[in-house]
């Protein structure tokens, strides 16, 4: 008896699945979210599937961004690519050069008739991903910046006002000594040292990184990131080293481990960080605020400019596909659907509408700081030099600047030469790129 | 007299070694002409635009100094994993050959880190040599230590070395424990009685007799040194600090995975590819012919 209505609820199923498959039509996501990140992609899809019945957006977890990236090209190739792939920011410039692969959202916007309006969108986030005329190309999703974390019960056992963050470098300098002088084990460590202390800093300060608007201009842009200003403070820091007034704590997120651990008394890191140093330390001893600024170099910061990913369509998918695809472009970045996932992940609301919602909600309130990402991004309006950064091979061209940086910390090169010779490095890589693809 | 084995068809031996060639043509010779045949184009990710550049993508290798750099490390680590490898696996298997009680369980003991993959052994190394929670690292700072491999380039490679060599010595052990039992004990015995000490015994008759073994294992090893400890570096170090790990498997993999540049990377890869052949080609010509089977 049981075996018989086994095998009539699995056919019903079976009955049921291909009903809604032939109804429904299935859009690919393949997306680098893992672990917290994951699920809240899978609830916002989830979210997606039930409000609609033409359209199931099916989301892929395809490892790290790398991955993802190299995934999705190797299946473009074999013509069985994703209709919708999350690109990191750094992997602009190679999507942007695949005119025949990508399908610009302005483009897939107006072709598909769906309400579209670029002004909704917060400046520096809609910059990064528009072409120099201002259409967009890839739909914004998760975008973080650089802010200053700092651990108020270390800044309490050093004599310093627990609620009293420093403004400027020199400050900070002040402090870190402060910091160790103390005993703490470090005194300011920096997470994604290229993004946020040579990409950001130019933003902050209004430097230009590359010419040609940081290569929005052109594929004949050239890396000038080896000015005055930022070998000074690559040369202050590898002073503060000596004495662990800074200690490099490795690439990418890695360094963060210095500050959870209650050895750094300052990180500079990305507003994404913000949840794992709460867990890791308690909210209530965690603050954050606005990156430092070098007041001799510009009077007053400039704004700060993006990382983290975007989504991006690709070509060669059925037409029915990429009506979802704009219907679920647009969901995505309506407000309140935005204004959830910043508050999940912390990642910045990529939308005016998305940040005003949160604000109303009281979320800021509850949760101090959160809101410091934001007015970092839209502290002025962008000009050419902290608008964004568009830079063809940009991952190699970072770990060059890596290596660089690492030969300064470990005492083996000054900042002057390690930042001309990363300049150099960086520039074969432009040229390559703009050969490969001119 | 030579052996031969006679086929009463003619077809049964291709038919038999078939499967073998279809897997080596399929898993070997296509992917390694795809490879070369990249390694002469210039293209853009996604395969749009490709340009058959020559040897562009050799030339602007060789103009590259960092490249040397990376060849340069690769020799030395290269020899510092195989000679690690094989002399600390050849002293434990001749310690446990020598163990009577409780053998099994040192054996066991002895090849358990072979189940571990290198990219876990590199996460494990990685975790007990942590500047900031790392335990060894604690022991160190003891002594007044300051072991930290994200700033120091030579402490880096020194730990990819030890953690690579460490995920080899159990494969290595268990030939050299195969290859001590396998000495007749008679032989050892008659050296014994007419007066030879262990020392000697070892150097004149247990040596040259594991030299098929050493051999063996010595060119496994130098390949796995080159290529088999890309788990390592990957996991550990990932090529840096600066480029003190960037070891020439690891450069292939970030330039064509990370990077997006496929004509470069098989470019090196194809370089790689040609060193490891002559490695091997050396050692056969020239090591071979000291060991006697």
């Keep these: 008896m049981s075996r018989i209505l086994l095998s009539s609820v699995a056919a019903i199923a079976v009955l049921a699945s291909a009903q809604s498959a032939a109804a429904q039509t299935e859009i690919q996501w393949w997306h680098a979210m893992g672990g917290k990140l994951g699920e809240a992609v899978n609830a916002m899809t989830d979210e997606f599937n039930k409000s609609q019945k033409d359209y199931k957006v099916v989301p892929v977890y395809k490892g790290s961004y790398s991955d993802t990236l190299t995934a999705a090209i190797a299946a473009f190739r074999a013509k069985q690519g994703p209709d919708i792939v999350q690109v990191f920011e750094v992997g602009t410039a190679t999507m942007m050069a695949a005119k025949g692969a990508v399908y610009p959202v302005y483009q897939l916007m107006a072709d598909e008739n769906e309400p579209f309006d670029p002004n909704a969108f917060i400046g520096p986030v809609y910059g990064y991903y528009s072409t120099t005329d201002g259409k967009l190309l890839s739909m914004p999703f998760n975008s973080s910046t650089p802010v200053f974390y700092w651990n108020k019960e270390l800044f309490k056992k050093a004599g310093l006002d627990p609620e009293k963050p420093p403004k400027t470098w020199e400050d900070v300098g002040t402090y870190a000594k402060k910091l160790v002088d103390s005993g703490a084990k470090c005194g300011l460590t920096a997470e994604w040292q290229t993004w946020i202390l040579l990409e950001n800093y130019g933003a902050w300060h209004n430097l230009p990184f590359a010419t040609k608007q940081n290569g929005f201009g052109g594929l004949d842009t050239q890396l000038v990131f080896n000015d005055q200003p930022r070998v000074k403070l690559i040369n202050m820091l590898a002073d503060w080293t000596k004495d662990k007034r800074f200690v490099y704590g490795g690439r990418e997120g890695k360094p963060t481990a210095l500050m959870t651990s209650g050895d750094c008394g300052m990180e500079l890191a990305s507003s994404g960080t913000a949840s794992t140093l709460f867990a890791a330390l308690k909210a209530e001893n965690v603050g954050i605020a606005m990156m430092p600024y070098s007041p001799e170099v510009k009077a007053q910061p400039q704004n700060s400019i993006i990382g983290g990913a975007t989504l991006w369509t690709l070509r060669g998918r059925p037409k029915a596909e990429y009506k979802g695809v704009a219907k679920f472009l647009s969901f995505v970045s309506s407000p309140a659907v935005a204004a959830k996932w910043h508050q999940d992940t912390g990642y910045v609301p990529i939308t005016l509408a998305a940040a005003k919602l949160t604000e109303e909600s009281g979320f800021y309130k509850t949760h101090p700081g959160r809101d410091i990402a934001v007015k970092e991004l839209t502290l002025n309006p962008p000009t050419e030099n902290s608008k964004g950064l568009r830079l063809g091979n940009f991952v190699q061209i970072r770990d060059v600047e890596d290596q660089e940086l690492e030969a300064v910390w470990a005492g083996k090169k000054d900042a002057k030469s390690a930042l001309d010779e990363a300049v150099k490095r960086g520039n074969e890589l432009l040229r390559k790129f703009e050969s490969a693809n001119e | ?293």
């Design chain 2, 1 to 293: 007299m030579e052996k031969r084995v006679t086929f009463n068809e003619r077809w049964l031996p291709y038919l038999l070694v078939a499967p073998q060639m279809a897997i080596t043509l399929v898993f070997f010779f296509w992917p390694s002409g795809q490879m070369i045949w990249q390694s002469v184009l210039l293209e853009d990710a996604f395969g749009g635009r490709t340009k058959f550049v020559w040897f562009e993508n050799f030339k602007s290798l060789f103009a590259d100094p960092t490249y040397f750099d990376s060849v340069r490390l690769t020799i030395v680590f290269s020899a510092l994993v195989a000679a690690l490898g094989l002399a600390v696996s050849l002293l434990l298997a001749v310690m446990a050959d020598r163990v009577i009680r409780g053998s099994s369980f040192y054996k066991a003991i002895l090849v358990w880190p072979y189940a571990v993959a290198p990219a876990v052994a590199g996460v494990l190394w990685g975790f007990l040599f942590n500047p900031s929670v790392g335990i060894v690292n604690w022991l160190l700072h003891g002594v007044g230590i300051d072991f930290n491999y994200v700033v120091n380039g030579n402490q880096a490679l020194l730990l990819v070395v030890f953690a690579a060599v460490w995920a080899q010595v159990s494969y290595n052990f268990l030939f050299f424990l195969a290859g001590l039992q396998s000495i007749p004990k008679s032989l050892i015995e008659a050296a014994a009685i007419d007066g030879a000490g262990p020392t000697r015994r070892f150097w004149d008759i247990v040596f040259p007799l594991l030299a098929p073994t050493g051999f063996f294992l010595l060119v496994i090893n130098t390949l796995y040194a080159l290529v088999g400890t890309f788990g390592v570096v990957a996991s550990l170090t990932q090529g840096g600090p600066g480029q003190a790990t960037n070891i020439l498997v690891y450069k292939v993999y970030n330039d064509g995975f990370r990077g997006q540049d496929l004509g470069g990377s098989s470019a090196q890869s194809v370089i790689l590819m040609l060193l490891m052949i002559l490695l091997t080609f050396i050692q056969f010509r020239f090591i071979e012919r000291r060991v006697h089977y």
